[in-house]
């Protein structure tokens, strides 16, 4: 029987609902609208299709969008000074600046400028320390969503083999530490890792995240096994034109895999819709602090 399809867009789009769900009732009852700052820099075709969707799904949840286009010649303190004036804005909660920067900016530097509290992307180093030691505050989008994507397939992870395939600090590492606080017993691949395709047929759910399209092959995973495929990677086809493919064969997987994540539809949906619960949940928390600050 071919794997069954976690769809993504309708997990995606319940998240939405309560989200926008939850705005509202935060509006009526503090009069708060929870708002979101995107700041992008240059002309990167795939960064402006991703900023426009993250604002037309703020907007469309009861939020308030906040946008600045700066151009790719702007230099690193001027960009720096608007993330201290945001930083600074009580009608702005969350905060993110596209990736990639241009060569003349450090990421590093910036994404350390920005307030830990309206940290949505979850790349600051506070936040980062604080899920490395079992303490989530902030989690990144991606990884997050993984993590609700596998709950539907198993609603408690507790006690499950999980392999993470790639250990960037924007998907794999912090992906493995939130199994890892679901109960999951963990291994992590790498470039260095021996024998990649007998570790990745020790897991029961595999989450693949390197950006090498078509990596992992259907023998490469246990029978039965919940597949979650963080890539997106465009290949050309043979009869012209290109097309869209995660970093597992999808054919070759669907016939061995219990459940997995399409490319496109799979776990791309979720990274924005998390994003607005990351957004809303900051500007929960600035009704707290504002409550502790007047007493």
Sequence with gaps: MPARLIDGKAEAA??????????????????????????????NPASQVYVRNKIKQTIEAGMASFEFRLPASVTEHDLLSLIATLNGRSDVHG???????PAQIASDQVLRAIDPAKDVDGFHPVN???????????????????VMLA?????????????????????????????????????????????????????????????????????????????????????DKPEGGTRLVGDVAFEEALAVA?????????????????????????AERSVSTEGADAS
């Design 14 to 43: 319940r998240l939405r609902d309560r989200v926008g769900r939850d705005a509202r009732a935060l509006q009526q009852t503090h009069g708060i609208t929870p708002g979101l700052a995107v700041v992008l820099v240059g002309e």
């Design 95 to 101: 905060i993110l600046v596209q990736l990639p920067l």
């Design 128 to 146: 980062a320390g604080l899920l490395a030691i079992g303490k989530p505050n902030l989690v990144p989008c991606t990884p997050l969503g993984c």
């Design 151 to 235: 709950k539907t397939i198993h609603p408690d992870l507790r006690g499950l083999d999980v392999v993470v395939v790639g250990r960037s600090t924007i998907v794999g590492r912090p992906a493995a530490q939130l199994f890892l606080d679901e109960g999951c017993t963990i291994r992590i691949a790498h470039s260095a890792t021996r024998d990649l395709p007998a570790l990745c047929r020790q897991g029961d759910i595999l989450l693949v995240a390197v950006g090498r399209p078509e990596l992992v092959r259907g023998d490469w995973i246990s029978p039965g096994a919940t597949v979650i495929d963080v890539g997106i990677n465009r290949i």
């Design 258 to 282: 219990g459940a997995i994540t399409p490319v496109p539809g799979g776990v791309g949906p979720m990274t924005i819709a998390c994003l607005l619960a990351n957004t809303l949940l900051c």
